[in-house]
């Protein structure tokens, strides 16, 4: 039996009669990189808004490790450790690096803020923060303005401050989207990298870096699941190459 750590049964997302998520199953099996991948409007975002509770399902059921969080808010879910990247815009453009991967310790070490005065918390946020940097190669930004930071990089402060909330399963939104190839396959190996000892479900366009790095895919298409499995199988799969190429 695969280790499944993040499934959802028959997942439903209605907008006033109009259904973006269709009896999803999806089975995100732990250590896996799992991409979600279809056309504009195949309903990728909905599911990751539904799977953080950003929006709630109007029928199914959402598990982790084997737990019905269907009906968690949105801050327990992340507390339980599945979290999704930051968007940049999300994190304080005028503080530096360090300073926001920083904000992101606060809930595995505590919150930070009632010790705030506490050098040895300072240091020890400081020390962690610095070798969260220097996970993801960005050490040598540290001290910069986030809103300084060059575009390339701002992905890898994105898992920077991920990673500090200790994830189990990492959801990647489009961590390629608008870069150039040098920027593309350095985000490709990073993500790689950090998905050691955890889990990732990304969406993803580029069909390079699913190819190069995915353990699984999961194909939606109009709401629905169209077809999942390994690339080398999806990617041969008639039906997927109608809906993406309208052959
Ligand atoms: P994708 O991320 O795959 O491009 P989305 O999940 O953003 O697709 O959207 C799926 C479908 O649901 C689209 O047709 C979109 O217009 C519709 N949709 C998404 N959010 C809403 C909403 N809040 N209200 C109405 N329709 C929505």
Redesign the pocket.
Known sequence: MADVVLETNDLT?E??G?T??NQVNLRVQRGHIHALI????????????LLTKF?TPTSGRILFNGQDITHQKPAQIARRGVIRSFQISAVFPHLSVLENVRIGLQRPMGNAFHFWRSEKILHRLNDRAMELLAEVGLEEYAAYQTVDLPYGRKRALEIATTLAMEPEVMLLDEPTQGMGHEDVDRVTQLIKKVSKGRTILM?EHNMNVVASICDRISV?QQ?AVLAEGAYDDVSKNPQVMEAYMGT
């Open positions: 997302k907008f006033k109009f973006a998520v279809g056309p504009n409007g195949a309903g990728k975002t909905t599911c990751f808004n929006l969406v939606l709401g």
